[in-house]
């Protein structure tokens, strides 16, 4: 099975902030990995897939690099928006989900 | 637009049996895969199981396998999971969610089982 490790689980940081959340894979999955964001209460929503590629009317202010079993999600200026539960999901094989990282207001 | 929308979560006692539906609208439902996924209180995001798009496909986690079944009416839009022999473990907010290249792309709103004595 592969495990997805993201780092780091919590991050306090303030609006206008640049935040890089990171998400290591246990083996290589090439660059079939998504990210997404979700608010308390609220089902995730899609932001990133194939590693880099921004979805559909999603922020530019977010972006993905990586490949292999490294990857970052990037967001260049934080929005009051901006903060909640970040999930990273590798789909080389099946589905499987980083453990999450909170971005909370410093 | 596209719609997701669960339903049949309850609250069951240890070793029952749920039936989760989710009617799905605003997408041609025949032409994705879908699965399904939970979350449980306070924790991360668990894939469940993942099904074709006529059915003759079907993946699982292993927690779940010869337990839970994952299934789909294309006649009526619409994607199931029978869930047989609850664990106090299984209890989560179920999401369905369509597969558009592999990944989840829409998500439906969630239902919540609750497996207690």
């Known amino acids: 099975d592969i495990q997805m490790t993201q780092s780091p689980s919590t991050l306090s940081a303030s609006v206008g902030d640049r935040v890089t959340i990171t998400c290591r894979a246990s083996?290589?999955?090439?660059?079939?990995l998504a990210w997404y964001q979700q608010r308390p209460g609220k089902a995730p929503k899609l932001l990133i897939y194939k590693a880099s590629n921004l979805e559909s009317g999603v922020p530019s202010r977010f972006s993905g690099s990586g490949s292999g079993t490294e990857f970052t999600l990037t967001i260049s200026s934080l929005q009051p928006d901006d903060f909640a539960t970040y999930y990273c999901?590798?789909?080389?094989?099946?589905?499987?989900f980083g453990q999450g990282t909170t971005v909370e207001i410093k | 637009e596209v719609h997701l929308v669960e339903s049949g979560g309850d609250l069951v006692q240890p070793g029952g049996s749920l039936r989760l539906s989710c009617a799905v609208s605003g997408f041609t439902f025949t032409n994705y895969w879908m699965g399904w996924v939970r979350q449980a209180p306070g924790k991360g995001l668990e894939w469940v199981a993942q099904?074709?798009?006529?059915?003759?496909?079907?993946y699982y986690v292993d927690s779940v396998k010869g337990r839970f079944t994952i299934s789909r009416d294309n006649a009526k839009n619409s994607l199931y999971l029978q869930m047989n022999s609850l664990r106090v473990e299984d209890t989560a907010v179920y999401y369905c969610?369509?597969?558009?290249?592999?990944?989840?792309?829409?998500w439906g709103q969630g239902t919540p089982v609750t497996v207690s004595s």
């Open positions: 099904i074709g798009k006529d059915g003759g496909e079907k």
């Open positions: 969610a369509r597969d558009r290249a592999r990944y989840s792309d829409y």
């Open positions: 999901q590798q789909y080389n094989t099946y589905w499987t």
């Open positions: 083996q290589s999955i090439s660059s079939w």
